[in-house]
């Protein structure tokens, strides 16, 4: 893979971001204002995005990781992930959290193969339903 650049997103990245995930402005400024997004980019294209939340307003939580089709399998979802957690260990947190749909079995494929340990389940919590495994992994 070419060369990964990976930082914190700016006002130029909204237009990637929000057309990939549902997100209002306003949210996103919000996310934007705490720095709690990262973006991809190879070659100076953005190619994905990772967005976090503190559970509690202490406890990081992975909340969405995105990258674009062609883009996947190549190592990026695994540097962004790397990247948020050394930006988390340098500001001393020991543990992320994350989930995906209960349905989404290449997701927790993905968070299995990345170290993750699966850690409870809530069930008909998404709008349609579906229950959501959560995952914890030690920094």
Same mark, same amino acid.
């Given at each position: ?15 990637? /971001?929000? $057309? ?5 402005? =306003? ?6 204002? @705490?720095?709690?997004? *990262? ?36 190592? /990026?979802? $695994? ?5 948020? =957690? ?6 001393? @947190?020991?543990?992320? *959290? ?38 914890? $992994?030690?920094?």
């Amino acid at each position: 893979m070419q060369n990964i650049n990976i930082d914190f997103a700016t006002k130029q990245d909204e237009l990637f /971001i929000r $057309k990939n995930v549902e997100l209002t402005s =306003e949210f996103f400024n919000k996310k934007l204002k @705490y720095n709690e997004i *990262f973006v991809a980019k190879v070659e100076d294209k953005q190619v994905g995005f990772l967005i976090f939340d503190y559970l509690w307003s202490e406890v990081p939580f992975m909340a969405s990781i995105w990258i674009y089709p062609n883009f996947r399998k190549k190592g /990026i979802g $695994k540097s962004m992930l790397n990247y948020f =957690e050394q930006y988390l260990s340098d500001n001393n @947190y020991s543990m992320l *959290f994350s989930s995906s749909m209960e349905n989404a079995k290449e997701a927790q494929a993905w968070h299995k193969h990345m170290c993750f340990k699966e850690c409870g389940f809530i069930s008909e919590i998404n709008d349609d339903n579906t229950g959501e495994v959560f995952f914890r $992994k030690s920094l």
